[in-house]
Each structure stands twice: as structure tokens, then as C-alpha cells.
Nanobody
Framework: QVLLVESGGGLVQAGGSLRLSCAAS????????MGWFRQAPGKEREFVAA????????YYQDSVKGRFTISRDNAKNTVYLQMNALKPEDTAVYYC??????????????????WGQGTQVTVSS
């Protein structure tokens, strides 16, 4: 069992930055794929970014490429999402998730094993 706790969300103006953190406890995440997803009101949960167990591979949704950066610190059992140049359309609840599987399923939320409770990100225009 893994407990994931997100933090770092909030209200920011368009063009601003936020850094989300996801701290894991209960079990190590060092051998897992970690992902960030988001869900806006009335929309399905969508993939944002993923990082391999070593941090050597990352993958992003096209709309956030060049603006968001996913990273991890396995010694701290923590994953981060640095979000720059935020846009109003980035407004959503952001969730982190852990996948104890291979890299191929990195963007499919159904293939993730544990989820955090989410943190709200609101970008004003």
C-alpha cells in the first residue's frame, strides 16, 4: 500500500509558476513509474507527465511540453511537477499516481496502481 500526498497547488495569475510535490509513504516508489494527471470540472482525467523509475526518461502531454517539468528524488520518495507559463486552461485538480509496471503504460490512468487525493491549481486570466 502506498499513500501519496500532493501539495503546492494554489491560485496564480496567467504566466506565473507553481511547483507541485507528491510525497509517498508506506512503500518505496523508487522502482516505479510516476505520473501526474489533471481533471478539470466536467472533463475526464487526463495525462500530464510521467517519469521513469530512474528519472532518465520523461514524457509529456503536448499542451504542456516546454512549460512543465517532471522530476523525482527517490531518496526522498518524492516527485515534483514544475509548472511555468501557466495558462487559464491549466486550471484543474492535479493528481499524482504510481505505476508498478513498465514504461509503455505511462499515459493511461487505468494502468496506475495508487493515487493521491489531488491538489487544486487555479490560473486566473
Amino acid at each position: 500500500q502506498v499513500l501519496l500526498v500532493e501539495s503546492g497547488g494554489g491560485l496564480v495569475q496567467a504566466g506565473g509558476s507553481l511547483r507541485l510535490s507528491c510525497a509517498a509513504s508506506g512503500s518505496t516508489i523508487s522502482s516505479s513509474v510516476m505520473g501526474w494527471f489533471r481533471q478539470a470540472p466536467g472533463k475526464e482525467r487526463e495525462f500530464v507527465a510521467a517519469i521513469s523509475w530512474s528519472g532518465g526518461s520523461t514524457y509529456y502531454q503536448d499542451s504542456v511540453k516546454g512549460r512543465f517539468t517532471i522530476s523525482r528524488d527517490n531518496a526522498k520518495n518524492t516527485v515534483y511537477l514544475q509548472m511555468n507559463a501557466l495558462k487559464p486552461e491549466d486550471t484543474a485538480v492535479y493528481y499524482c499516481a504510481v505505476r508498478y509496471g513498465n514504461w509503455l503504460g505511462r499515459s493511461n490512468p487505468r494502468l496506475y496502481d495508487y493515487w493521491g487525493q489531488g491538489t487544486q491549481v487555479t490560473v486566473s486570466s
